[in-house]
């Protein structure tokens, strides 16, 4: 199997929707129980979420992650706010268009600020929120190398269109996914022929530069895991060397004010390699008073 069929096997797992009547998107959505919002960051999409939305379908969950604008299977609208409020309003409107009203929040990555954005909005909503591996302090946050680079006009264009498989698939060994038993060959180029599809990456560029890294948004973060209108859960993936546990993780505990981070073996992408300890992880989340 190559990294197309890898795609429109996915593709045929899930569903197209309509976020305001004009940016679609793409939906996985498996299970039958209290819904389970699970956001993902960069250089992903729903593609990410794929063995987590059914682990959680297994557990009597209902697990859904749709693709933000400019990634993956959606829309790639050029005139679009790329930035985290932008995002974080459409991602509220997409969930409102799925028609659920209270679920529990999962977000992972660039997909932390931007679910905060959806929990500072709507609190009332949210019935748990489970943080992976996401900037919290973001005043004090500074892209991982791997990715600084897309944050630069010309550099990035000139990064992203030498961004080759072989290499790429180094990248995700050495920032997401140690165990290549865990993801195929495939699997991996897939998540690079999203990233590039239909406009070479051109959206996802401006997402890298469409991040706020204020002392305003930091202490908007904070409040939303400080707030005790939910439970909030910090896992982390403890050799991750992009959001390092020791600094990252730290950062997103004393946010929350809680006593430990819930470690699992892995590095960023623990969607991919633990993907049943993940889905303990958020079931237990949910049954949090």
């Given at each position: 199997m190559?990294?197309?069929?890898v795609?429109?096997?996915?593709?045929?797992?899930?569903?197209?929707?309509?976020?305001?009547?004009r940016?679609?998107?793409?939906?996985?959505?498996a299970?039958?129980?209290?819904?389970?919002v699970?956001?993902?960051?960069v250089p992903?999409?729903?593609?990410?979420?794929?063995?987590?939305?059914?682990?959680?379908?297994?557990r009597g969950?209902r697990?859904?992650?749709?693709?933000?604008?400019?990634l993956?299977?959606a829309d790639?609208?050029?005139?679009?706010?790329?930035?985290?409020?932008?995002?974080?309003r459409?991602a509220?409107?997409?969930?409102d268009?799925?028609?659920l009203d209270?679920?529990?929040?999962?977000v992972?990555?660039?997909?932390?600020?931007?679910?905060?954005?959806?929990?500072a909005?709507a609190?009332?909503?949210?019935?748990?929120?489970?943080?992976?591996n996401?900037p919290?302090q973001?005043?004090?946050?500074r892209?991982?190398?791997?990715?600084?680079?897309?944050?630069?006009?010309?550099v990035?264009?000139?990064?992203?269109?030498l961004l080759?498989?072989?290499?790429?698939?180094?990248?995700?060994?050495?920032?997401?996914?140690a165990?290549?038993?865990?993801?195929t060959?495939?699997?991996?180029?897939?998540?690079?022929?999203?990233?590039?599809?239909?406009?070479?990456?051109?959206?996802?560029?401006?997402i890298?530069?469409?991040?706020?890294l204020?002392?305003e948004?930091?202490?908007l973060y904070?409040g939303?895991?400080?707030?005790?209108r939910?439970?909030?859960?910090?896992?982390?993936?403890?050799?991750?060397?992009?959001?390092?546990i020791?600094?990252?993780?730290?950062q997103?505990?004393?946010?929350a004010?809680?006593?430990?981070?819930?470690?699992?073996?892995?590095?960023?992408f623990?969607?991919?390699?633990?993907?049943?300890a993940?889905?303990?992880?958020?079931?237990?989340?949910?049954?949090?008073?």
């Open positions: 190559d990294a197309a069929q795609i429109a096997e996915h593709e045929q797992s899930g569903r197209y929707f309509t976020v305001g009547g940016v679609s998107s793409f939906v996985l959505d299970g039958s129980g209290v819904p389970v699970c956001l993902h960051g992903a999409s729903s593609f990410l979420y794929r063995k987590v939305v059914r682990e959680l379908a297994a969950l697990g859904i992650a749709f693709d933000l604008p400019g993956g299977l790639r609208p050029v005139a679009f706010d790329y930035t985290w409020t932008g995002i974080g459409f509220l409107a997409a969930i268009e799925l028609g209270r679920f529990h929040l999962v992972h990555d660039i997909g932390g600020p931007v679910g905060f954005e959806i929990a909005a609190p009332e909503r949210v019935r748990s929120l489970t943080v992976l996401s919290v973001v005043d004090k946050f892209r991982p190398w791997v990715m600084e680079p897309f944050a630069h006009r010309g990035g264009e000139v990064y992203l269109r080759n498989k072989p290499l790429f698939r180094w990248l995700m060994a050495y920032q997401g996914v165990d290549r038993s865990k993801v060959a495939a699997e991996v180029d897939a998540y690079l022929d999203l990233l590039r599809r239909r406009d070479g990456g051109r959206a996802f560029l401006k890298m530069r469409g991040f706020e204020t002392r948004k930091a202490d904070v939303v895991l400080r707030s005790t939910y439970p909030v859960r910090i896992v982390w993936g403890e050799a991750d060397p992009a959001l390092e020791t600094l990252r993780g730290e997103a505990r004393n946010a004010g809680l006593d430990r981070i819930h470690r699992l073996p892995g590095k960023h623990l969607q991919e390699a633990q993907a049943p993940l889905a303990d992880e958020i079931l237990a989340a949910t049954r949090t008073p």
